[in-house]
């Protein structure tokens, strides 16, 4: 088969476009798309400061990959998160993280649960089981990335942080967010939604239009070796995401790009919703901690779960790492 673009030789058929690509026509497709949605949702510009999550999964290095491609690297800093889970064991991935971010000029920030909060989350999983909690470990394992990102991204002085979250992720939690009738949560999920606190950095999905499918194929033709073993957690995962990506697979093949339309039309629908969550003002203080937590709290959802696991919350922020932040603000 032929590349419906130029006439090489495909490697891949685009299914919701009906196209066959050569490798560099798939490439060129992938990080254009990504661009642009980058543009057209105003995630960040040529100035400012990003910190990249990379989890060392295929979907964190597509985002490495493109972002670098029309960003410069003296303004992205990778940070990635060791959780501590037994038998996961991650010290080949943290170095190829460091070796992908190095051959494209980008620093990297390597860190840890157990760092952040004194117990890996193999050992906050076993407190909370003997405190009798059935908290899933993927509840104290995303409560926890979300938060370390958000202190690192804003120590170091970063505009922006990244995340890999593909098409596919989006769309499941979207129907997440309707299923559990949370129309907060899936406004707060709108890429132009306003952020809530100035502690908090803003948080973009730039791979938001890209399909998992195409993230695969994209880091299999750059020949990066991604994490491949399945996290020994994923037992404990809440079964309802399961079923929606099952149901969501089903729809895509039968009718290639409603996932990319379902994405788009909740887009165009809440666009204008987005400026009622301004009315919100600002998001209230956890009493224990500090930083912001939900409209009606006060105390953060990550404070509680600890304190219920019997773990004091005490956190070690990052300290003299404003390798942005001193250009910033000298
Ligand atoms: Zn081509
Ligand atoms: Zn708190």
Avoid at 30 to 37: C, D, L, P, S, T
Avoid at 140 to 159: K, P
Avoid at 161 to 178: G, K, S, Y
Avoid at 324 to 330: L, V, Y
């Amino acid at each position: 088969m032929k590349c419906s673009l130029c006439g090489r030789e495909a490697v891949f058929y685009q299914a919701f476009t009906n196209k066959y690509l050569c490798r560099e026509c798939f490439i060129e497709d992938v990080r254009k798309r990504i661009a642009n949605e980058v543009k057209d949702k105003r995630m960040f510009s040529e100035r400012d400061n990003l910190l990249l999550a990379i989890s060392g999964g295929k979907d964190s290095f597509v985002l490495l990959d493109a972002v670098s491609h029309f960003h410069p690297s003296s303004k992205i800093i990778a940070l990635s998160i060791v959780e501590g889970i037994p038998g996961y064991n991650r010290q080949e991935y943290i170095e190829r993280i460091k070796k992908y971010t190095k051959e494209r000029g980008i620093d990297t920030v390597i860190t840890s649960i157990k760092e952040f909060v004194g117990y890996s989350l193999g050992e906050i999983v076993e407190k909370s089981r003997e405190m009798g909690i059935e908290l899933s470990p993927c509840t104290y394992c995303g409560s926890l990335r979300r938060r370390i990102i958000n202190v690192y991204a804003r120590e170091l002085g970063a505009d922006r942080t990244l995340t890999a979250h593909n098409l596919d992720d989006e769309v499941q939690t979207v129907f997440m967010n309707i299923l559990r009738g949370d129309p907060e949560r899936l406004l707060r999920q709108h890429p132009l939604s306003p952020k809530l606190s100035d502690k908090l950095v803003q948080r973009v999905k730039p791979l938001r239009k890209i399909y998992e499918y195409e993230a695969a194929f994209y880091a299999y033709l750059l020949g990066f070796k991604f994490q491949e073993t399945e996290c020994p957690y994923i037992i404990y995962q809440p079964t309802l995401r399961a079923r929606i990506r099952h149901w969501l697979y089903m729809l895509e093949r039968e009718a290639p790009g409603v996932e990319l339309r379902i994405l788009e039309f909740f887009d165009n629908l809440l666009l204008d919703r987005t400026n009622k969550l301004k009315e919100l003002n600002s998001l209230p203080t956890c009493r224990i901690c500090g930083e912001p937590t939900s409209i009606g709290r006060d105390v953060c959802k990550l404070c509680e779960m600890l304190e219920k696991a019997g773990i004091e919350p005490k956190y070690n922020y990052p300290k003299h790492m404003g390798k942005w932040r001193a250009k910033g603000e000298g």
